[in-house]
């Protein structure tokens, strides 16, 4: 009787459909090692725990990637169907950070053998449409601030007015900005846009007026210039 073959350690199956897969042959080398290193983890849990596998970014540089071309990659993996992030991380002090939590669509989840994987790639069906979606994922980045305005907007904002010098009790003088409001139109919508308030600005050269602002904004002023002592003493 002919003996089957057998592995002589651990090893991860893909199918040949999945090789051959759009998806797959667009993956760029970083986010081959990114599936790699979850498939590494994955052994390292007895073939259990998909979906909630932990994998660093120091786990993903250790295993050949680039520390800057880690996020593109995973991002990349995700967007072709090959990868979940099932929870996100966090970065912070040791007691705080965690890793991302991974599962790979292409094996079977927690506890079950007996449910087929999800195989997200195969919602890929052309070249053209791999290369699009890993190109705009790679791409992008998580926005942190709002956006500039639109450039095609129809304003009829009036400039705000040029600084308008007045006396003061000193007979210095001081100068305020005064603020503008405009109609702005987007679309079929009307927008009223005001300016941020401008506070007026005034020169204060009376020695009592300017002893009492040192004393009241910064009382070690005078300690530390002695010039300052001879506005409080006037």
């Known amino acids: 009787m002919r003996k089957r073959n057998q592995i002589s350690g651990q090893f991860s199956a893909k199918l040949i459909e999945m090789l051959e897969?759009?998806?797959?042959?667009?993956?760029?080398?970083?986010?081959?090692?990114?599936i790699e290193r979850?498939?590494?983890?994955?052994?390292?849990?007895?073939?259990?725990?998909?979906?909630?596998?932990?994998?660093?970014?120091q786990d993903f540089v250790d295993h050949g990637i680039h520390l800057a071309a880690v996020a593109p990659a995973i991002r990349e993996a995700e967007a072709l169907g090959f990868i979940r992030i099932t929870e996100r991380g966090r970065g912070g002090n040791a007691e705080f950070r965690s890793p991302n939590l991974f599962l790979l669509t292409f094996a079977y989840?927690?506890?079950?053998?007996?449910?087929?994987?999800?195989?997200?790639?195969?919602?890929?069906?052309?070249?053209?449409?791999?290369?699009a979606f890993a190109?705009?994922?790679?791409?992008?980045?998580?926005?942190?601030?709002?956006?500039?305005?639109?450039?095609?907007?129809?304003?009829?904002?009036?400039?705000?007015?040029?600084?308008?010098?007045s006396e003061t009790g000193s007979g210095k003088l001081g100068f305020s900005l005064s603020e503008?409001?405009?109609?702005t139109t987007v679309g079929n919508q009307q927008w009223k846009m005001k300016s941020w308030a401008t506070p007026q600005?005034?020169?204060?050269?009376?020695?009592?007026?300017?002893?009492?602002?040192?004393?009241?904004?910064?009382?070690?002023c005078v300690r530390r210039h002695p010039q300052e002592r001879k506005f409080q003493n006037d």
Request: net charge positive.
């Open 21 to 34: 897969s759009p998806a797959w042959r667009t993956l760029s080398l970083s986010a081959r090692r990114i």
């Open 38 to 57: 979850i498939e590494i983890e994955l052994a390292n849990h007895g073939g259990n725990d998909n979906g909630r596998l932990p994998v660093t970014y």
């Open 109 to 131: 989840g927690r506890g079950s053998r007996s449910k087929e994987p999800v195989h997200d790639w195969r919602r890929i069906k052309t070249m053209s449409d791999a290369q």
């Open 135 to 165: 190109s705009v994922a790679r791409r992008a980045k998580k926005i942190r601030r709002a956006p500039p305005p639109p450039r095609d907007i129809d304003s009829t904002a009036g400039k705000r007015s040029d600084p308008v010098l």
């Open 180 to 183: 503008t409001s405009s109609e």
């Open 201 to 220: 600005v005034i020169e204060v050269t009376e020695p009592e007026g300017r002893a009492r602002i040192l004393a009241f904004w910064r009382p070690e």
